[in-house]
């Protein structure tokens, strides 16, 4: 938010310089988070004098331009160059002298500089309007006042101003702070605990009077709950033109562009108490009537910016006796709003309720100044007076007489908020005892009334406008932060409990991990949880929870798992040229199948190169067997020394395995399938692992170490490479395996798959090993060609497996 400080000074005469008022504002809790520039005029006129010409006769040696002298209050003239065909001797005229910065309209800056043209000497430039700033004509030098001394700076002779402008970086709850008099407020309670006594001045509204009543306009709310306060009124014959200058600077301090008398009032309005305003062209009012209601869903509406809106049902509406005009609170419509045409208007000042302009904001996509406010909940109180303040400015700056009474809508005022504070919580909530009646003197300067005074504390009254401030604490939050928290003493010696946590806390065993990924070259990603529904498969979209009112289609349902998001990342990534990734991330996913499910999980992506090819080891493309490793890794280093693995039958994985235990699957990897690297626009192959987090914290906490004797006989392993065909699963090797020797078969793994050349179409090679072991003997040699014959007669009877 931005507050211009010369705009702050109207309401609060301070004499300190930016930087310290910038500071005092921080300390109150309205954080500065930067001081800028601003000047009317680019570069202040800065080095731009009167001159007085002297003589001018033609060049010399060019027929348009003109040799003059000029006096500019030095020792001697200066001659000067001119093309302008309105210069003569005698002239009072703007001078940039040499060294002086100028600015062309696209705000690029050059230097004048001592030159010649044509031949002779030019010392300096007389200035067109354009060239200075202070206007586009650039049909001529101009002409000043005769009666202006040479030399005296330009500066003084135009109405221009500089100010400075405090960027406030200003949290949701200060609803108070989000006007320039609501910082003036606020500001002169600080001064006060610095016993800089200063008078609040506010804008007075006493002159106001109803010209005649030659314009009425009817008004029925039809939804108080949404709209609880109303008012309005009509000024007639009025002139829709430029602003003054002094209006538009300030619009353009705080970054607005001017648009018209009447709209940049209601704009200033809006910046000066925090009040938004909305103003309708009358004649577009038909039936001289306005009503302030919700329309049914689907009612198409067309908004300010040439968009046409579909309406929902709960969208407040401000509508006339035939149609829409306006989203009440958030946006103007396409054809009731003021044109240079409009003689007549009818001012609007409302207050509408916060969570119901929330939702119709967001629903839109919309965020103007009005509904950032009306969303945060202003001033019910002050919407009168906002409204008699508008109506003056625009009588003063638009001409026009007010022609009907004020109409107010107000059937329910609201009850003042009471609270009751007690010394002792602001002592042990602050830490320090703060003398009674300082927190009185806080108290007052915050417009907080006090209505009695106890031995325990005070019972207090809290302004409308501070509807943030509802508890107790909320009160000491105030008093804290007038009072200083840079004036609470901290004590020497601290005291602290040791708590008695478990070494399986979850982020304890997050940050082991996580140190030994980074160990090894792993990166640790935060994705958002968000992702679009077309990430999805159909599996997933049917058990995805979906948000009601989502801020794009992009970010519309929670992740069912952590692939898709993660996936936007290494997309994201190889689209920017970096193709080798080691990637983790701890993150959650969301399923809702009657109930709603919130799980943990660990995963990790791993694509291209292990590391940088050098002279000392050449490239080597990470492979199943590498994120293989990895995984072995991370679960030995939580303390799972004894896995099954069996066949992965994740449908976002071409191949993969899972890792079991106590029947409960740990962790699944593999390699992602090309149709879902397709949907995320990824072309290189990615390696994926997905550890359950939630089970593998369980499975810490609650397994028991069960130790098993070491085999006295040896254990043997056989591997085939089997020829299949592409529809045979390593899950059907897997069981088919067991199924024909379950008594010394003891491990079956999948280590190597091969697709590609030299290979027929249509088949893939399996690279499987078995390991066998007898528990009571050393196997023999034809032990284990009947077992590893039998297995292949299996395999090549049940599957059409072969032998490469």
Known sequence: ????????????????????????????????????????????????????????????????????????????????????????????????????????KEGEAWVIKKGKIRGEESQGMICAEDEIGLGDSHDGIMILNEVLEPGTPCSKVFDTENDEVFEIGLTPNRADAMSHFGVARDLKAGLEQKEVIKELVTPSTSNFSIDNRSLKIDVEVKDSHRAPRYCGLTISNLIVQESPDWLKNRLRAIGLSPINNVVDVTNYVLHELGQPLHAFDASKIKGNKIEVKTLPTGTKFRTLDDVERELHEEDLMICDAEKPMCIAGVFGGLYSGVTEHTSSIFLESAYFDPVSIRKTAKRHGLNTDASFRFERGIDINITEYALKRAALLIREIAGGYISSEIIDLYPKKPQDRQVFLTFDKINNLIGQEIPRDKIKAILSSLEIRINNVTESGLGLTIPSYRVDVTREVDVIEEILRVYGYNNIDFKEKLNASIAKTSRFENHRIQDIIGDMLAGKGFYEIMTNSLVSVDSLSETETTSAVKMLNPLSADLSVLRTSMLSSGLQTVGYNHNRQKMDLKLFEFGKTYQHDGAYKEKQHLALYISGERHQDSWVVPSRKTDFFYLKGIVDTVLARLGFNWLESHPCTDEHLSEGVSYVANDKVLATFGLIGKAELKKHDVKQEVLYADFDWDVILESINTQNKVFKEIPKFPEVTRDFALLVDESVTFQKVY??????????????????????????????????????????????????????????????????????
């Open 735 to 804: 069981d088919l395996a067991w199924k024909t020797e379950n008594k010394l078969l003891k491990k079956v793994n999948l280590f190597d798959v091969y697709t590609g050349k030299n290979l027929p179409e249509g088949k893939k090679s399996y690279a499987v090993s078995f390991t066998l072991l007898d528990e009571n003997k050393t196997l023999t040699d034809k032990q284990i060609e009947k077992i590893m014959g039998k297995l292949l007669a299996q395999f090549q009877k049940e599957l059409g497996a072969e032998l490469r």
């Open 1 to 104: 938010m931005k507050i211009s400080y010369n705009w702050l000074k109207q309401f609060l005469q301070i004499d300190w310089d930016a930087q310290k008022t910038g500071e005092l504002l921080t300390d109150l809790g309205l954080e500065v988070e930067g001081i800028s520039q601003f000047e009317s005029v680019k570069g202040g006129l800065k080095g731009i004098v009167v001159g007085h010409v002297l003589t001018c006769v033609p060049h010399p040696n060019a027929d348009r331009l003109k040799l003059t002298t000029v006096d500019v209050g030095q020792e001697s003239p200066l001659q000067i160059v001119c093309g302008a065909p309105n210069v003569a001797a005698g002239q009072k005229v703007p001078v940039a002298t040499i060294g002086t910065t100028l600015y062309t």
